[in-house]
């Protein structure tokens, strides 16, 4: 079970910044979902339709909307109880975080700079020219190439491997097994006709807040940069290939790929397992449901549906309709029967 | 090539409680398919259809239906070959099994419980408070974050990084590289709209018998257990989402991907690469083809198709009307020349 | 930045076998992107339409087709601008070359043979009676079971996991992470329906030349070989499962992944995120476009897309005929009227 460093309810509004309703000197001894909460608990709820659940869970308080009514559990009130809810588990929520310093089954070059502050834990190898910033937290077993640089504040998990001349902002994160700065996968053709390798020498930056999400592959550049900038979050065996652009707070959701040079601006959303063809610009603020394949740019703003992808709208009629398609080739068989149009014949239609 | 313990065909078929037929002393000194079989080789045959491939073989000796003339070779008989070779390729097989013991180049929390039965290889990293249970090997380069429970009899491969607080049953099989209880992909957005990451504090349960493909990502719950259940059976490259729970013997065939909060209840079969939408419920024993994209609750039993997800029937019949569609459309017009409807001009008739 | 050895431009010409036209004692200091270059770059030019974009660069060479000008700047004319230029940059390109040995924190079963030339470095794991070529580059955090061939000039980057008997030809490059010779997903049921194992005791075997991307998994059989051929390359979290047969100069692009058994024949191109069920055969040349999934075999030659998949025209006219079709059912519905056929009312149309 999570460990919580116990905090009177009023010292966590007042770090919240919202008022207080109730006992501020109840403590919060952890948080929990509504089903799950017992009387040391704060959990949140969303709104009014939430209030029955609130009403029959065991949690002792509440981050909750003014509309709300919490039973008499002292409650923190919010516009944004989600939000508020979030902040205040990463105030509460204890980690156990490895000690200051280089353990000694770790390998780092003589030449690599370690802040101080930061972790290198077991088995990790810092290559030669390397950088580690203040309070950052690297794994075991996580391999760093020569001249990658890391800022601050960061966390990079067990397995990930950073390969040549990465470069890392502040506060970034990388969870476990994410492979940075791997070969994009660039070939040309011989003149016998076989694949030939175009050599991958450029690098990944990786910019202030990112995250990075498991077994997670991001390329590097065949020249130049794949840059992912500030506080994009990337989940889970996402594939980034070589030369793309992901732009500030962009969501892509887990499975997803982004073909070579793909420009993604700022603010888009992809959901899982969405796919582009290369060298495409996906515009900000747009929105590409799950399992969206994508072969020509998308506006900013657009909100995109399937294979290949169209506008919401459309995709929902086109839907409907194909549902209803083995219907009305009956009925289109039936209006030439009805103006004598002779029926094709199993096997003659297609000719 | 792997290697074989000797055993005699007589002593086989009693441990698979199976009548034999011919000599209880021919030997069994290894197994193979029908083409690659030599003469010390047991093969199986599923039916009389593989009888002439059989009578082609070099194979030594077969598990057979009784229904099936083995050419004089000796046989043991069963009503389920297949099922019967695995088991007999299970006793038949050696493996390397590293040694029990912590290899000198491993590090283990003080407070870790390591069995003496147990194997822990070379480099592997062994948290605070973890425990592992009687037999268990956990290979090199695994990665066990603090609080986290390993049964009895697992097998943890090369590579797999365990996040903190993780359970696992008895007999586990993690394969290479997979990555457990990794934050969970939750994000809500703050008053800017910017991404801003809800703490994922919730664990893994992987329960007895259950199997994990390579490079397959198991998240840990936002709060909470996202759960495996007996015997699941999920493939490499797989995602499974935060707070998911896959029922017993499930099968998750690869490159699937669950997003947040999917049941799938007990032995669902979901094929490769389909994905599911989040807080949706897959019924016992449904079937979902490849490629199936779900985004609403399936009933138990169902058989489902594509994307969006049709009834298997609808599929088929729909896909094949799909076929028929161009040349529909020109029948189409055709009727409507017939009729005196004007036929649209290009470009008008998506008006 | 990447680092390069300073060459003459005629030199380079020399070793591509390509004539120079202009200064051959112009001294080539990096390469570049036509957007990046600098005065001691070279770079190179498909063609006339790129020439605007070189008159515009500050690049101080290229690698160029005959028919362009090169506003004065030093030349290597090529037919093939960019295979030439893939070449130079493989000569001009400096690596850090870990050195040839064995790291001192590395264990290396005492009956395994590493050939002196070779690098295994830091926390690599070489198990018995593995073998590694010459001048073959083993990452830190590699580990190979036991049985492992690895042959000359091979590179395996950090984080890789090969099972037992996995045998590599010679230059050979895994990328970070990958999975070779896991356990194929291998299951039947047993008589309580429940999915019982069958043992995977096969291998891998990946040929001369082969590349496969960080983070894939390629299973080992189920009995017999899974196998690579020669010069394939498989690009990032692709899936190959047990007892396929990639063939020769095979393109496996990002995120595909491959049933058990399929053949795929040589210069086959699979693009991204394509699936294909078990026991197909992709003929040899054949192309599948990105997100295509293929359920029969794929005869020689053929371009297909789409899931199901289509050959290429039909898919063109029917994704087309698919964007028209609820202004066809409409269509549809005025014919019916015009023809005195009941339109069908909401609901009914489907029974």
Not at 138 to 166: F, N, Q, S, W
Not at 182 to 202: N, S, W
Not at 281 to 309: C, N, Q, S, Y
């Amino acid at each position: 079970m999570p460990r919580f460093r116990a905090t009177a309810l009023g010292d966590l509004a007042a770090r919240l910044g919202r008022p207080l309703e109730g006992d501020a000197a109840w403590v919060v001894r952890g948080v929990a979902s509504l089903e799950d909460a017992g009387p040391g608990d704060l959990v949140f709820v969303r709104g009014p339709r939430y209030a029955g659940a609130l009403a029959r869970s065991g949690a002792g308080a509440a981050i909750a909307p003014p509309s709300v009514d919490t039973g008499g559990r002292p409650a923190i009130r919010s516009p944004r109880p989600d939000l508020d809810f979030a902040r205040a588990v990463a105030q509460l929520a204890l980690r156990d975080r490895p000690p200051a310093g280089v353990h000694p089954a770790a390998v780092v070059a003589p030449d690599a700079h370690v802040d101080p502050s930061a972790c290198i834990d077991a088995y990790a190898v810092i290559g030669a020219r390397c950088s580690v910033g203040a309070r950052s937290i690297v794994h075991p077993h996580v391999v760093l190439y020569p001249d990658v640089k890391i800022g601050a504040d960061c966390e990079i998990h067990a397995g990930c491997v950073l390969r040549e001349e990465t470069e890392l902002g502040d506060r970034v994160v990388l969870h476990s097994g994410a492979a940075i700065g791997a070969d994009g996968f660039g070939y040309t053709f011989d003149e016998q006709g076989r694949p030939a390798k175009i050599p991958q020498i450029g690098r990944v930056v990786i910019e202030d807040d990112a995250e990075i999400g498991a077994l997670a592959a991001i390329d590097r550049a065949t020249l130049g940069t794949t840059r992912i900038r500030r506080n994009a979050k990337i989940d889970d065996l996402c594939v980034v290939a070589h030369n793309c652009d992901v732009g500030e707070n962009v969501i892509l959701v887990g499975q997803s790929g982004l073909a070579g040079s793909t420009v993604v601006e700022a603010g888009a959303i992809l959901m899982g397992q969405t796919g582009t063809t290369g060298h495409l610009r996906i515009g900000a603020g747009a929105f590409l449901g799950g399992r969206t394949a994508v072969h020509k740019d998308v506006p900013a703003g657009a909100r995109l549906f399937g294979a290949p992808a169209m506008p919401e709208r459309a995709w929902h009629r086109t839907m409907s309709a194909l549902a209803r398609l083995p219907d009305a080739l009956r009925r289109l068989r039936a209006v030439e029967r009805a103006v004598g149009i002779r029926a094709p014949r199993a096997g003659e239609e297609e000719a």
